[in-house]
């Protein structure tokens, strides 16, 4: 009774809590007064203090500071258990570790000046997770003191403690900032959010108006891949070639980006969570084709450049490039080696606001677009070669 009694009383911690109990307790306490009433003066007197006592060490030892809590269990810890579901000795989350830490999302530093509101929902992991809640494209308030895209950013570590806190926290289509259209790439979605175009301002519009561009970083921003494999965004001039309506890399493949860039991975080197689809071996540059080389895409293949088509768009781009900086449009200044597209812009003379005719501005557009888009064609072949080959058409 005793036991049951201590033990009962001191699991309850709070003031509060222990009155209720007692209260509750009052007639178990009330009869060992009551036996106070009955038997000789010594039994009496031994039933009085007894109740007393309890009443005592309640009080004493329910209202003090909580102490430490005790080592576990000799059972096991429950807490081990379920912080061993994915904190176990196997390399399953390790692995993953090790890629991300391979990645631009991790290794990338531009998160520490993009964390302005029009900035931080792409580059900040706080402006991400903000934006699923506010569902707007700028954050409240600068972000002090952000994280890169991290593990948190596209799982939700540590809220249930079990598996499902693995799900993507983004899966919905995404409209467009630019354009508006709204795409569905699958699980794909979670990297559209972020890898697309932001608007263009001002923008040409075919056979149009000249517009005033007084930023050298007038453009769609730089890495508008989403809009590339959607086929929307690009300065659609008339011309030789037609714009396709779909894209075949985007109808067959399920969960678009991850697909290709989540690939089985090679080590920590490419695919996986590295996101990458190439790396470098002995000196030389490896293209990672794990998703290219499945039985019902191309069977067998070791190298992305399948039947010629990526030396097309490559030679196209470089052709699109020569003509630009011969028109005076282009500024390869800040990519001297030209190792580095990202740092190519729109040429303004002085550094001041320029008038553009709506086909300079647009062929500009659509050089941007696609060459920082990266995948030579990959991401949307027809809609890359429609672009850059009617683009160079309307420049003759
Ligand atoms: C559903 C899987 C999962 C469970 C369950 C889980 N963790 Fe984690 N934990 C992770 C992941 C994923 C990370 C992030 C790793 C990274 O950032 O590289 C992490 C990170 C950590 C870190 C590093 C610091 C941090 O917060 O990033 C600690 C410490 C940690 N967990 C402790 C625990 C403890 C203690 C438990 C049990 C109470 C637990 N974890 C349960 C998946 C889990
Ligand atoms: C929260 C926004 C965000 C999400 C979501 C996101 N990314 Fe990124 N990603 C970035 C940013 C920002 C960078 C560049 C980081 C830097 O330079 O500091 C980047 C870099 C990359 C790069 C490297 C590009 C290079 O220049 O080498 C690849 C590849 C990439 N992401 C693919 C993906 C894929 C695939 C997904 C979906 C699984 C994804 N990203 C989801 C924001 C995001
Ligand atoms: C719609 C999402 C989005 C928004 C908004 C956005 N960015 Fe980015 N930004 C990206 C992505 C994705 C990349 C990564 C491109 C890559 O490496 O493939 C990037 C790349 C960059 C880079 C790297 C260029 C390089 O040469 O490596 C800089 C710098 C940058 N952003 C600055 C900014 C700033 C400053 C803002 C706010 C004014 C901003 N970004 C807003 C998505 C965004
Ligand atoms: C840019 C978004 C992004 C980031 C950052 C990211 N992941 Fe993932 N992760 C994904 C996507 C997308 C998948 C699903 C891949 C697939 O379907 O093949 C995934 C899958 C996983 C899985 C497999 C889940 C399963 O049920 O099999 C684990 C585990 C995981 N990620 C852990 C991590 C850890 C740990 C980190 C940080 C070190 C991390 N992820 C960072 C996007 C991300
Ligand atoms: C069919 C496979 C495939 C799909 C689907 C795909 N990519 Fe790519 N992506 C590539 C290849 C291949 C490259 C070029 C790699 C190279 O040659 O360096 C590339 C290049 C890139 C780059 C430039 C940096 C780099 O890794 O070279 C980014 C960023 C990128 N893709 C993001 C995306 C996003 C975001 C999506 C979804 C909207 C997507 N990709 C869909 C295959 C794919």
Known sequence: MMRYLTEKLCSETKFLNMIIYILSN??????????????????RFFNFAFALG?????????????????????????????????????????????????????????FGIANRTQCAVCHTHEGFRESLTTKLDTTLAVIPNPTGPNCRTCHYIHTKYDTTDYALTYTAPVKFRYGGQTVDFGEGNLCAKCHQARPVSPAPVVNGDSINVANFRWG???????????????????????????????????????????????????????????YESQGQEVEHVASCATADCHPGTTKFDIDGKVTEIKNLIAQLRQKLID????????????????????????????????????????????????????HNYKYTKALLVNTLNALQ
Do not use: W
């Open 54 to 110: 309890i009443l005592a060490f309640a009080i004493i030892s329910c209202t003090g500071p909580e102490g430490p809590a005790g080592p576990p269990g000799k059972d096991g810890s429950p807490g081990t258990a379920v912080c061993g579901v994915c904190h176990e000795s196997s390399s399953f989350l390790l692995a993953k570790q090790m890629q991300f830490h391979n990645s631009l999302h991790y290794l990338g530093e531009n």
């Open 26 to 43: 009052f007639f178990y306490i009330k009869i060992i007064f009551i036996n106070t009433q009955r038997g000789g003066i010594m039994k």
């Open 327 to 378: 028109k005076g449009l282009l500024d390869v200044s800040r990519n001297p080696d030209g190792t580095n597209v990202l740092n190519e812009y729109i040429l303004l003379p002085g550094n001041k606001p320029k008038k553009f005719s709506s086909l300079e501005a647009g062929a500009v557009l659509n050089y941007l677009l696609v060459a920082k888009d990266r995948s030579n064609g990959i």
């Open 220 to 278: 769609p921003h730089y890495g508008a891949n989403a809009n590339i494999y959607a086929g929307v965004g690009g300065f659609e001039i008339p011309g030789p070639e037609t714009y396709p309506t779909s894209n075949p890399h985007k109808t067959r493949i399920k969960d678009g980006c991850i697909t290709c860039h989540m690939a089985q991975p090679f080590g920590a080197f490419a695919g996986g969570h590295t996101f990458k689809m190439t």
